[in-house]
């Protein structure tokens, strides 16, 4: 009798637990299955098919909701934001709540017809996008530093005290005076959030790079250092009309340091004047500024770049052209430059070029 009653009772609490049990199971995979639908759902549609978003170090969930929204990026910025705490456990999903979610700094592109998961997964990994940066013509630091800085999160001010570090510097065996003679013009593929030191390695990397074999022997067979074909270069940057012109450029000042002239560049006493002098030179007469960058005042090569030059102009030193001409003057039309062997010659040139400036 005991046995019989105890057997029921226990046949009735199996009951009980499986009915709890089943109920749980379906509040569970109504649940699930609510979070699987939300989290699978398109819900991003951008009229340009990709927009490109940027993340700073401090930035929150809302206020990347409203980067979102503000850019109609997302449809449904509810389903996104509840999305956010689902993790993938093995096959199933789970939720994992934070007390102050933050969202990993740096520049992503969204595509248009993109899920929760796919954006969810993207954004919280970090998986960026990278850069296309696109070095122009700089001519010094602080130009280097405030153009990278509207296109990286980096500050100038930052970058600035990095390329004025030369206990930084001397790894690369270059130095504050000196570090942009390395900076090559030309389109890099960056992190948006990268550091200034990871800048000016990956730049140091690239010019190393840039450096083969190849034009290192080039280089030697001309005479030149590889710091004195990036200023000849940037004198070239600076001189050409067109950049068919770079090479024959390029051989004219060769041939000028060969005969010990003067490199009476006119670019080079600009740069005296706007970044030496800041544009208060008193001088009557161009060979008496003083300056190392006044190629009418020094003799042989400026000091060091007075812009960064691009891959074109520093190959078409390397390759320079193989003549006779020492003077040149831009034509009337300023598309090109008329070249001269003879002083008079070049004389003759300037003299109709201004006056058809007039």
């Known amino acids: 009798m005991i046995s019989d009653f105890i057997k029921k009772k226990l046949k009735g609490k199996d009951?009980?637990?499986?009915?709890?049990?089943?109920?749980f199971f379906f509040v569970l995979s109504y649940l699930t299955n609510t979070d699987y639908r939300k989290w699978k759902r398109i819900n991003f549609f951008i009229n340009k098919n990709t927009q490109r978003i940027y993340i700073n170090e401090r930035t929150?969930?809302?206020?990347?909701?409203?980067?979102?929204?503000?850019?109609?990026?997302?449809?449904?910025?509810?389903?996104?934001?509840?999305?956010?705490?689902?993790?993938?456990?093995?096959?199933?999903?789970?939720?994992?709540?934070?007390?102050?979610?933050?969202?990993?700094?740096?520049?992503y592109i969204l595509k248009t017809n993109s899920t929760n998961e796919d954006v969810v997964t993207k954004l919280r990994s970090g998986t960026q996008d990278p850069i296309s940066l696109r070095i122009p013509?700089?001519?010094?630091?602080?130009?280097?530093?405030?153009?990278?800085?509207?296109?990286?999160?980096m500050r100038s001010a930052d970058l600035l005290e990095v390329l004025n570090d030369d206990k930084f510097l001397k790894q690369f065996n270059t130095?504050?005076?000196?570090?942009?003679?390395?900076?090559?013009?030309?389109?890099?593929?960056?992190?948006?959030?990268?550091?200034?030191?990871?800048?000016v390695v990956k730049l140091t990397n690239e010019y190393k790079t840039f450096w083969n074999s190849n034009r290192l022997t080039k280089a030697k067979n001309i005479g030149l250092s590889q710091d004195e074909v990036?200023?000849?270069?940037?004198?070239v940057e600076k001189e050409i009309a067109n950049i068919d012109e770079a090479s024959t450029i390029a051989g004219i000042y060769m041939?000028?340091?060969?005969?010990?002239?003067?490199?009476?560049?006119?670019?080079?006493?600009?740069?005296?004047?706007?970044?030496?002098y800041n544009n208060n030179a008193n001088c009557?007469?161009?060979?008496?500024?003083?300056?190392?960058?006044?190629?009418?005042?020094?003799r042989g090569l400026p000091c060091g770049v007075i812009t960064t030059p691009s891959t074109v102009c520093i190959d078409a030193v390397l390759n320079y052209k193989h003549h006779n001409y020492l003077y040149f003057v831009v034509s009337e039309d300023k598309?090109?430059?008329?070249?001269?062997?003879?002083?008079?010659?070049?004389l003759r040139h300037v003299r109709r070029y201004r006056k058809h400036k007039k």
């Open 15 to 23: 009951i009980i637990c499986g009915i709890l049990g089943i109920s």
């Open 60 to 107: 929150t969930l809302d206020e990347l909701c409203d980067i979102l929204v503000k850019n109609n990026i997302v449809k449904n910025v509810d389903d996104f934001k509840s999305c956010w705490d689902i993790r993938r456990c093995g096959r199933f999903l789970c939720r994992k709540y934070s007390k102050s979610p933050t969202v990993k700094p740096g520049s």
């Open 137 to 153: 013509q700089l001519d010094t630091k602080k130009q280097f530093s405030e153009y990278v800085s509207k296109h990286l999160m």
């Open 175 to 199: 130095d504050k005076n000196h570090i942009m003679n390395t900076i090559i013009s030309n389109t890099y593929s960056y992190y948006w959030n990268i550091s200034p030191q990871q800048l």
């Open 230 to 235: 990036m200023i000849l270069a940037s004198i």
């Open 255 to 276: 041939n000028r340091l060969r005969r010990k002239m003067r490199l009476e560049a006119d670019p080079t006493l600009q740069y005296a004047i706007k970044y030496e």
């Open 284 to 298: 009557s007469n161009f060979h008496t500024l003083k300056s190392e960058y006044n190629t009418y005042y020094k």
């Open 335 to 346: 598309k090109h430059h008329i070249f001269s062997e003879g002083y008079d010659d070049h």
